[in-house]
């Protein structure tokens, strides 16, 4: 019925994220289901994202969400009470009209990325269907090849590594379940050989569960993957190959116009032949945020020289935003795009920003937060549109763990039904 779906209840509470920091849950009922969405919390945040409103002070170290989650239980509660909850585009408009403001800077991206999640998932409870089947229909059947970030630098670790992921991608593997067990051996390898050349005092991890070694140079990460790869029997090239996310905004020193990698400055295009080269060593398919997340001009000549290589992704380039988007459309600047609902607030910006990407011949790469929660929900959102690619973390850490064990249930699910693609998203150029 279609009472069913109409919305009873919208209730806003405190949760944590991984890092301990003080997150929006939202709880949405309808008068036959329910949902909870939680926002996650970057690091490496671009300037161009849906502001997150805080608390100051001393409580909760300067990070609440108090007044977050007042507003969603006075004002988003009255205005979404009685609406449709399948209406998620309806729903998300009056947030952003509740909001007003270009960043949501109102409200907060992350009071309202919380509701929409909630929203959705409150809609598919009641229809009762699987999120992924509610939000992407019948054909929603690919399962993500999962890019795992095992070394971890930048901003999320305490070590010299200028560059912040260092990804394993178990290309060859056929089924995602495969994929996770080929890729799970290499992780656990890694901590041997990172134990053996460093001691076992190098063996903690960082945000996103990928290894913190006390590196002080890029070539060092990729070589000692490489090492974990052949230690677990497999070969670099075939049945893995590798990626990274320099996040290069963290190091770009805007008035010297360098990037200070490895303790070395280099200029746009020396660190062009820099990538260049790792690319070559390492078989590298997958490099996000090589350049300042306002340098499009970069962007737009590494991929003229590498993009049929491998994926070039924009991150805090673009912060899932159609505007920026269609910058990058214009000037040739990616092949692929990083999708984080909270970095632009609402699921129905989300869609837009991935059919954009889509009918521009972008990868859309469906991702977490570096400060995530044990929602699950980017699992079923990749394989409801069908990305190819997830990025979500090292294989351990219950945070980045939800989104694996989803889509090891998805992938149960869907039977003979599912589809693996492993290397093909990446090469689709
Ligand atoms: C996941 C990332 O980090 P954060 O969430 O800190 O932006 C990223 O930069 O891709
Ligand atoms: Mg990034």
Avoid: C
Avoid at 139 to 161: D, E, K, M, Q
Avoid at 211 to 240: H, M, Q, V, W
Avoid at 339 to 359: C, M
């Amino acid at each position: 019925m279609d009472s069913d779906f109409l919305i009873r209840e919208v209730k806003g509470i405190v949760a944590l994220d991984s890092r301990g920091n003080p997150t929006v849950k939202a709880i949405v009922k309808t008068n036959k289901g329910i949902g909870v969405g939680i926002a996650p919390s970057g690091a490496s945040k671009s300037s161009k994202e849906a502001i997150e409103l805080r608390d100051g002070g001393k409580k909760w170290v300067g990070m609440g969400v108090n007044l977050a989650v007042s507003k969603l239980n006075e004002e988003v509660s009255q205005r979404l009470i009685n609406q449709d909850s399948r209406q998620q585009y309806l729903i998300d408009s009056l947030l952003i009209a509740l909001d007003g403001t270009k960043n949501k800077s109102s409200l907060g991206g992350n009071t309202t990325t919380a509701v929409s999640i909630a929203v959705s998932k409150a809609a598919a409870n009641t229809a009762n269907l699987e999120l992924y089947e509610y939000l992407g229909g019948p054909s929603a059947r690919i399962l993500p090849t999962p890019i795992l970030n095992i070394i971890n630098g930048g901003v999320h670790a305490g070590n010299n590594l200028a560059f912040q992921e260092f990804i394993l991608i178990p290309t060859g593997a056929r089924t995602f379940i495969d994929a996770m067990r080929m890729s799970i051996e290499v992780y656990k390898n890694l901590k041997g050989v990172i134990s053996e050349k460093y001691g076992k005092t190098s063996t903690n991890v960082g945000d996103e569960g990928g290894y913190a070694p006390p590196l002080n140079e890029s070539r060092e990460a990729f070589s000692l993957i490489e090492t974990a790869i052949k230690k677990s029997g497999y070969e670099l090239g075939t049945d893995f190959h590798l990626g990274m996310d320099a996040a290069s905004s963290e190091f770009y020193n805007k008035d010297k116009k360098v990037y200070k990698v490895d303790g070395k400055e280099f200029t746009s295009s020396e660190l062009i032949d820099f990538y260049e080269s790792l690319i070559n060593e390492f078989s590298i398919i997958y490099l996000e945020d090589p350049f300042d997340e306002d340098d499009f001009d970069s962007f737009s000549e590494i991929t003229k020289k590498l993009g049929n290589k491998l994926l070039i992704v924009g991150d805090d380039l673009y912060a899932t935003n159609v505007n920026y988007l269609m910058t990058g459309i214009k000037k040739k600047a990616t092949n692929g795009a990083l999708v984080k609902v909270n970095q632009i607030g609402t699921l129905t910006e989300t869609f837009d920003y991935i059919r954009l990407a889509k009918e521009s011949g972008i990868i859309p790469v469906i991702s977490h937060r570096s400060g995530d929660t044990e929602d699950p929900f980017i699992a079923d959102l990749a394989v409801a549109v069908g990305s190819g690619i997830i990025k979500t973390g090292a294989p351990a850490r219950s945070e980045r763990v939800s989104k694996y064990n989803r889509l090891i249930e998805i992938e149960n699910q869907l039977g003979p039904n599912a589809i693996y693609l492993g290397k093909e998203p990446f090469v689709r150029l």
